[in-house]
């Protein structure tokens, strides 16, 4: 049968110990997805067997879609009945085709992760976009129709430069936690000293700066005591809002004690299936004093803030054009341009480790407020403990598997600190990027020289997931 299976380029970055674990059960979909992308290498469909349609419209489907945001599993659903159904009606066509068969049991597999009925409602791929000026998809989406109608009308003149300019929105992310580690916009991951303020993002729509202190006396680390987002007034959907957070301090409101802003004006699906008015900028608070999120529907833009020990952690997720809505005065920005060269603690992207851990009970910065603490009422921190290079790492590997950037970053901050909550800050921080991370190939960064050091074992794993593969495909 000359080569089994398929061999596309990416599948063995794919194919990571904490992914083949996590994801066994969804490998025939990755499997039908990469080969979409690299038709060329995989069994070619033919003209008549359109499975290739079917899956690009499934990823147009859910691109827009972040489990931050409720009403996630509604839609989702809806996007996966529509791309089986499509999988259906192509079905004679594609017998005998491994794209095919990769995608169908893939489907069925995520429908039974997501509990999604196979009854039931599914998302049109040609929906009637109506337009709401404070709801940025709703804008966006309207727009690259109408312009994809344009273009189609003048095609003879300037096709290729409107479908350029009304491609659909791309996504970007940036995150802070730990001492501090900061995830750019460019997905440069860089470890800084910045104390004080600092401006993460400043742009015509939104501002965040982030305040940091010292953590341990005679160390040049830092880490987030204090968040300052300021939403800009958007004309016709909100009034400018201010959200502040600090330290024992996460309010589920604004400062000016709202927890919205404009009117109800676009409809979001419920997780119930149904379906209410939302308004353009609103503040979910998921766990008291500890989670919150805010949701900028107008710009498109998601932020999650976090207090894990004494710190807080940051991450954001903003349309590009958005975050490029900028002018020479506000160039400064670490999400989009890193930190200055001064501030770098990391060397090029390798992270040294410190010598020796913080001498107990004394180094560590300890808020102080009067009153802070009633009587008998214990202190919700963690004392400080002496952590080696191999208690660091084994503390690490109980909330990370894999061994990426999060997880050198918790052991460096265990070495530095001894405080254990900056394990839980660093595993935090990896879930939100998943979460809000609109690329997948690209959440796993690795310290230069030590993504092999790490995990010795990691390329027999990475054969065996993608032997696996090859000898599922001549099964189906």
Known sequence: MGRAGCCCRGAERLASPSLVR???????????????????????????????KCTT?????????????DGFDTEFCKALRAYSACTQRTAKSCRGNLVFHSAVLGISDLMSQRNCSRDGPTSSTHPEVQHEPCNYHSRTQHAHT??????????????????????????????LFGDPHLRTFKDSFQTCKVEGAWPLIDNDYLSVQVTNVPVVTG???????????????????????????????LPAAFVDGTVSSGDPSHASAGVDGGTGKVRALWISERSP?????????????????????????????????????????????????????????DRGGHLPLPLSPPALGLQLQQPRRPGQFSQGQASPYSAPQGFGVEGARDRCREQLEVQDIYFHSCVFDL??????????????????MESLHPHRDRWRIYPRGSATASHPDSRSVKRLALLLLCALSPLI
């Open 22 to 52: 996590r994801f066994r059960p969804l490998l025939l979909l990755i499997l039908a997805l990469c080969c979409g992308a690299h038709i060329g290498q995989c069994q070619v469909a033919t003209p008549q067997c359109r499975i290739q």
């Open 57 to 69: 419209d499934f990823v147009s489907l859910t691109s827009h879609l972040t489990p931050a945001v």
């Open 146 to 175: 109408h312009a994809h109608s344009h273009t189609h009308s003048h095609a003879h003149t300037h096709t290729q430069s409107h479908s350029h300019s009304h491609a659909r929105p791309g996504y970007l992310f940036c995150g």
């Open 219 to 249: 160390s040049s680390a830092t880490a987030t005591n204090k968040i300052t987002i300021i939403f800009k007034p958007y004309e016709g959907c909100t009034d400018q809002r201010v959200y502040q957070a600090v330290t024992d301090d």
């Open 289 to 345: 004093g500890r989670h919150v999120e805010l949701h900028a529907g107008y710009i498109g833009v998601t932020v999650i803030v976090r207090q894990l020990g004494r710190y807080l952690t940051l991450a954001v997720r903003i349309p590009e054009e958005m975050a490029q809505a900028y002018d020479a005065t506000q160039d400064l920005q670490l999400c989009l341009n890193g930190c200055p060269s001064g501030e770098r603690i």
């Open 415 to 432: 070495l530095t600190t001894g405080d254990a909550n900056f394990t839980a800050a660093a595993y935090s921080a990896q879930k939100d």
